[in-house]
C-alpha cells in the first residue's frame, strides 16, 4: 500500500504489511477473535461493518430473566467455569510461587524479615494496633456498636479511629508513607498474630488479586493468552520478590495496574462498570503511596488519548460518581492525620515526594539507565521474550499510528485498530521514563511497568502460537533460564563462604543443572511450539525456588535477617532487655527491633549513650577501639560470634560506683573469642 493507496475491500490486493494492519482492524469487539495474517492468506468477503455495541456477552438475557438468575447464569458462563482446569493450574502454580517458603503451611516461614524497610514497616503497623486494642478494650467496645445510643456509637467510633490515623514508630508519629499497609496489616496480625510471615501478607494478597485479575480480565476481552499472561506476571521475579515483601510497593502496584486493566475495559465497551475500577483502585493506591498513583494514571490516559486523538475521552473518564468515590475513600484519611500532625504534608508531600524526586536527599542516586537493569533483572526468566514483546507492540503501535495519519476508515470497525497494545506500551514506559529523572531511584518505583509488560508477552506468544519463535529468539530464552539456574544454584555457597569462586564440585553441579535446563527449554519448545513455552520455564523456575527456600532457606535467614540474632540472645541472655549497637547496619536495627519489640539504644548517640545499665551490646567483629573509646571503666564479657554478617555480641555489666582510680576496662582478648563456636 503506497503513500496514496486507499484500502480496498478485498484482502487479496493487499500487501504483507497492509494485512497485518487489516487483521488488526478486524479485532472486533463482537467475536473478540484475533484474525492473524495466516488467517488473511486466502481470500475472503469481510463482513460488513458493524457498530461499536461493546464485546458480546456470555449470554444474552430477556427482558422477563430474573437479575439474579441472569448473573448466576453469567457466573457459570464465565471464565472460571469455562475453562476450569487453567483456573485450577493458575491456583496450584500461582499458589506456589506466591506461598512457598512464605507461611508455615506452606513450606514454612524460611526467611525473616531483610532490609531496612520490611521490619520498620512491620513495627508500625504492630505498634498502630497495639494503640487501637488498647483503647477498644478500655472503651469495652468494639467497631460496630452494641446499640443505637449515641454513646454507643461515639465510642465505636473513638475505637475506630485510634491507632488507625496515625503511623507510629517507637511510640512517636512516622508520617513517610499512607496507612493501606498498615491497615492491612493490623487485619493479618489480627487474624494470624504478629509475625514476619503475616507481615507480608498485604503484598502476597495483593499480588494475588492482581495475578487474578489479569487472568479474568484477559480471558474476557483477550482470550488466548490469558493464562500464560498471569503465570509469567507471577513468576516474573520483580513481581515474585515485591509479594513477598512487608512494603508499600505492592500496595501501589497491585491497585494501580488493576485500576488501569478497568479503564482500558471501559474504553472497549462504553460500561461505566469498569470505570469504577479506576476510581476506587486508584484511591486504594493513593492510600497506599500517596499522589503519585493518580498522577501516572492521568499521564498514561492522556498520552493515549493524545496518541489516538480521541480527545473525547477526557471529558468521558471524568465521572462524577466516581470522583466522588475517590474522595470519599482518600480524604478521610487525610484530612484526619493533618489535623493531628500539622506537620505531615510537609513530611510526606514535600520531603517523601518532592524532594525525593528532585533531590538526592535519601542517598538513592542512580545513574539513568538504572531502570533499564532493573527491568532487564526483574523480568527474569522472562526478559528475552518481554523485550521481544515489546519491540513487537512497538511495532504494532507504530504501524497504527502511521495508518491513522490518513483519513482512511478501518474495515468492520468504528474505532481504528486494536488499541491494546499501544495502551499497554504507554503503561509500560511512562513510569520507567519518569522515574529515570528522579534523584532518588529505588527498584519498586517502577514495578507497576512489570505487570503491562507480562501481558504484553503472554500475548505476543499466543499470537505467534502458529508460526513459534525464531531460533534466535528460542535459543536466547533458553541460554537466560539456564544462566538463571546456574546462578541461584552457586547462590548459597558465596552466602556461606563469602566467595565468588566456589568449590569445583559445585561449579560442576551448577554447570550440569544450566546444560539441562538449556536442552530441556529448547527441546521443548522446538518440539511443542509455544503452547509449552509457560510450562518448561516454569519447571526450573520452580524447581530453584525448592532448593532456594526448601533446603537452604536457613542460609538466607543467616545471612541476611537479623531474626536468627535475636534469637540467639533471647536463649543466651534472656534477662537482658537492653540492646545497644555500634557500627551496625540499619536493616540489623530495625530487624532486631521488630523482633525485640523494642528500639535499639545507640552509643554514638548523643541523646542515648552508654546506657549506666547491664545491657547487651552488638558491634562489629575486631572493633577494639570503639569499644575502649566507649566502655573507660566498664566491664564486659563477650556473649558469641554472629559470623555470617560479622558481628559481635556482649555483655556489658552495669556502671560501676565512681571512684577515684578508673581503671583499664575489663574485657576478654579478642584472640579469645575466636574460641566461641559461631551461631549456627
Request: proline fraction near 8%; glycine fraction near 6%; hydrophobic fraction near 45%.
Amino acid at each position: 500500500m503506497g503513500s496514496t493507496d486507499t484500502i480496498q475491500s478485498s484482502p487479496t490486493n493487499f500487501h504483507r504489511s497492509d494485512q497485518t494492519l487489516l487483521a488488526l482492524s478486524r479485532y472486533t469487539r463482537a467475536s473478540l477473535t484475533p484474525v492473524t495474517v495466516n488467517d488473511l492468506s486466502q481470500p475472503a468477503n469481510p463482513a460488513p461493518a458493524q457498530p461499536d455495541t461493546g464485546p458480546a456477552e456470555t449470554f444474552a438475557p430477556t427482558a422477563k430473566r430474573n437479575p439474579i438468575i441472569a448473573w448466576i447464569l453469567g457466573f457459570l458462563q464465565g471464565p472460571t467455569f469455562a475453562s476450569p482446569w487453567e483456573f485450577v493450574v493458575l491456583l496450584a502454580i500461582g499458589g506456589f510461587l506466591l506461598l512457598y517458603g512464605l507461611a508455615p503451611l506452606a513450606g514454612g516461614d524460611q526467611l525473616g524479615l531483610v532490609g531496612a524497610d520490611e521490619p520498620r514497616y512491620a513495627q508500625v503497623a504492630r505498634e498502630m494496633l497495639a494503640v487501637h486494642d488498647e483503647t477498644c478494650d478500655r472503651l469495652n467496645v468494639d467497631l460496630v456498636p452494641k446499640s443505637f445510643h449515641l454513646i454507643d456509637i461515639r465510642n465505636s467510633y473513638r475505637c475506630l479511629q485510634a491507632g488507625t490515623v496515625t503511623p507510629i514508630l517507637y511510640g512517636q508519629p512516622w508520617l513517610e508513607k499512607p496507612a493501606l499497609y498498615y491497615w492491612r496489616a493490623m487485619g493479618f496480625f489480627r487474624e494470624f498474630g504478629i509475625s514476619d510471615w503475616s507481615a507480608r501478607l498485604p503484598s502476597t494478597s495483593g499480588a494475588a488479586f492482581l495475578i487474578a485479575l489479569i487472568f479474568l480480565h484477559m480471558r474476557r476481552f483477550r482470550p488466548g493468552g490469558h493464562l500464560d499472561a498471569a503465570l509469567i506476571t507471577a513468576s516474573a521475579i520483580a513481581i515474585f520478590a515485591f509479594s513477598r515483601g512487608a512494603s508499600t510497593d505492592m500496595q501501589l502496584a497491585a491497585p494501580f495496574c488493576i485500576g488501569m486493566l478497568g479503564w482500558y475495559a471501559w474504553y472497549e465497551t462504553g460500561k461505566k462498570f469498569w470505570l469504577f475500577d479506576l476510581y476506587f483502585f486508584g484511591a486504594a493506591a493513593t492510600l497506599a503511596k500517596g499522589p503519585v498513583a493518580p498522577f501516572l494514571a492521568l499521564i498514561i490516559i492522556f498520552l493515549f488519548t493524545a496518541l489516538r486523538r480521541e480527545w473525547t475521552l477526557l471529558r468521558r473518564t471524568i465521572w462524577l460518581p466516581g470522583i466522588i468515590l475517590y474522595f470519599v475513600m482518600v480524604l478521610p484519611w487525610y484530612i484526619a492525620v493533618q489535623r493531628r500532625n500539622p506537620t505531615f504534608l510537609n513530611e510526606f508531600i514535600l520531603n517523601h515526594n518532592l524532594k525525593r524526586f528532585a533531590t538526592n536527599q535519601y542517598q538513592h542516586h542512580q545513574p539513568g539507565y538504572y531502570y533499564l537493569i532493573v527491568l532487564v533483572l526483574g523480568l527474569i526468566p522472562w526478559t528475552v521474550l518481554g523485550f521481544r514483546a515489546l519491540v513487537d507492540a512497538l511495532q504494532i503501535s507504530f504501524a497504527e499510528w502511521k495508518v491513522r495519519r490518513k483519513p482512511v476508515p478501518y474495515l468492520g470497525n468504528s474505532r481504528p485498530g486494536d488499541a491494546f497494545p499501544e495502551f499497554l506500551v504507554l503503561w509500560t514506559l511512562f513510569p520507567i521514563l519518569f522515574f529515570s529523572f528522579s534523584g532518588s531511584k529505588l527498584p519498586g518505583y517502577i514495578l507497576p511497568s512489570v505487570p503491562p509488560l507480562t501481558i504484553l508477552t503472554g500475548d505476543y506468544l499466543y499470537r505467534t502460537r502458529r508460526t513459534g519463535l525464531k531460533p534466535w529468539l528460542l535459543w536466547s530464552h533458553a541460554t537466560l533460564c539456564a544462566i538463571m539456574v546456574f546462578v541461584l544454584v552457586l547462590a548459597p555457597q558465596h552466602m556461606t563462604y563469602d566467595t565468588l569462586v566456589p568449590s569445583v564440585q559445585w561449579l560442576v553441579i551448577a554447570a550440569l543443572s544450566a546444560i539441562v535446563t538449556l536442552l530441556l527449554v529448547a527441546a521443548a519448545i522446538r518440539k511443542y511450539g509455544n503452547t509449552q513455552i509457560r510450562n518448561v520455564t516454569l519447571i526450573p523456575l520452580c524447581a530453584i525456588l525448592i532448593f532456594l527456600l526448601g533446603f537452604h532457606g536457613h542460609d538466607l535467614d543467616l545471612n541476611y535477617s537479623a531474626r536468627p540474632l535475636a534469637r540467639e540472645i533471647a536463649a543466651q541472655a534472656p534477662e537482658e532487655k537492653i540492646v545497644a549497637l555500634i557500627g551496625v547496619r540499619r536493616d540489623i536495627e530495625y530487624g532486631l527491633a521488630f523482633y525485640r519489640n523494642q528500639p535499639m539504644q545507640h552509643y554514638d548517640n548523643e541523646h542515648e549513650g552508654v546506657p549506666d545499665g547491664e545491657h547487651i551490646l552488638i558491634a562489629p567483629i575486631n572493633d577494639q577501639d570503639d569499644l575502649d573509646r566507649y566502655l573507660t571503666g566498664r566491664i564486659y564479657e563477650p556473649l558469641f560470634l554472629y559470623d555470617m554478617q560479622g558481628l559481635a555480641v556482649y555483655r556489658v555489666l552495669a556502671k560501676p560506683a565512681p571512684v577515684e582510680d578508673i581503671p583499664l576496662p575489663k574485657r576478654r582478648k579478642f584472640a579469645d573469642m575466636a574460641k566461641i563456636p559461631p551461631v549456627l
